[in-house]
């Protein structure tokens, strides 16, 4: 076999599942941010999240406590601060005060948006069951935010020890995509070739 043999501890970093996003909370007034890369689709509508925060993590508790959060999706212009960010602990630091980030008030939740990322996920705590064993919290999106723009808006990915991949070129494969229905949607998979 001309593979070779990767490390259990390292197999996250062949399947992250998406942006890089900061998790938003607030609790007796005090907002905080965390910065999360482990998360993905649940379901479509309504359209429901699994997210995995660890236990050793401010925002757990916050989250077990208030059953309620914003996921913001910042673009690669925000880098620096997901980064500093996710290296600071809201036990200590104030991260909106310290990263300049400014708080935005929405529209279902007491948990501030963060203004500076281009689009804000307005979610509730729907099912908590495997968080204490497995850390993961599933959230239905309430109320979706984005910022209208022509430019498509560029996210970065945690390829794991400090490497982030920003999107780039996009691909378009509509062609070669089938709709079926699955679960009550439309679910787009690809084509299989006639032979």
Same mark, same amino acid.
């Given at each position: 076999?001309?593979?070779?043999?990767?490390?259990l501890?390292?197999?996250?970093?062949?399947?992250?599942? !998406?942006?890089?996003?900061? $998790?938003?909370?607030?609790? &007796? !007034?005090?907002?905080?941010? =965390?910065? =999360?890369? #482990?998360?993905?689709? %649940?379901?479509?509508?309504?359209? @429901?999240? !699994?997210?995995?925060?660890?236990?050793?993590?401010?925002?757990?508790?916050? @989250?077990?406590?208030?059953?309620?959060?914003?996921?913001?999706?910042?673009? /690669?212009?925000?880098?620096?601060? $997901?980064?500093?960010? !996710?290296?600071?602990?809201?036990?200590?630091?104030d991260?909106?005060?310290?990263? &300049? @980030?400014?708080?935005?008030?929405?529209?279902? /939740?007491?948990?501030?948006? %963060?203004?500076? +990322?281009?689009?804000?996920?307005? +979610? %509730?705590?729907?099912? =908590?069951?495997?968080?204490?064993?497995?850390?993961?919290?599933?959230?239905?999106?309430?109320?979706? #935010?984005?910022?209208?723009?022509?430019?498509?808006?560029?996210?970065?990915?945690?390829?794991?020890?400090?490497?982030?991949?920003?999107?780039?070129?996009? @691909?378009?494969? #509509?062609?070669n =995509?089938?709709?079926?229905? +699955?679960?009550?949607?439309?679910?787009? %998979?690809?084509?299989?070739?006639?032979?």
């Amino acid at each position: 076999m001309d593979k070779k043999a990767v490390h259990l501890s390292e197999v996250y970093r062949l399947l992250e599942p !998406g942006p890089v996003v900061m $998790v938003s909370t607030v609790r &007796q !007034g005090k907002a905080n941010a =965390m910065t =999360m890369s #482990w998360h993905t689709m %649940i379901d479509f509508e309504p359209p @429901l999240v !699994g997210c995995v925060i660890s236990d050793r993590n401010y925002t757990f508790e916050i @989250l077990q406590e208030t059953k309620e959060c914003v996921i913001n999706i910042p673009s /690669v212009e925000m880098a620096s601060k $997901v980064v500093g960010v !996710g290296n600071t602990s809201g036990r200590s630091v104030d991260k909106f005060e310290t990263f &300049q @980030l400014t708080p935005q008030t929405g529209s279902k /939740v007491k948990a501030p948006l %963060i203004r500076e +990322c281009f689009s804000n996920l307005e +979610c %509730i705590v729907v099912d =908590m069951h495997m968080a204490k064993k497995y850390n993961l919290f599933i959230l239905e999106v309430l109320q979706a #935010w984005i910022l209208p723009t022509k430019k498509k808006h560029r996210t970065i990915h945690h390829a794991g020890k400090g490497v982030f991949v920003v999107d780039g070129k996009v @691909l378009t494969r #509509w062609p070669n =995509m089938r709709q079926i229905a +699955c679960c009550g949607f439309a679910v787009s %998979i690809f084509a299989r070739n006639p032979s």
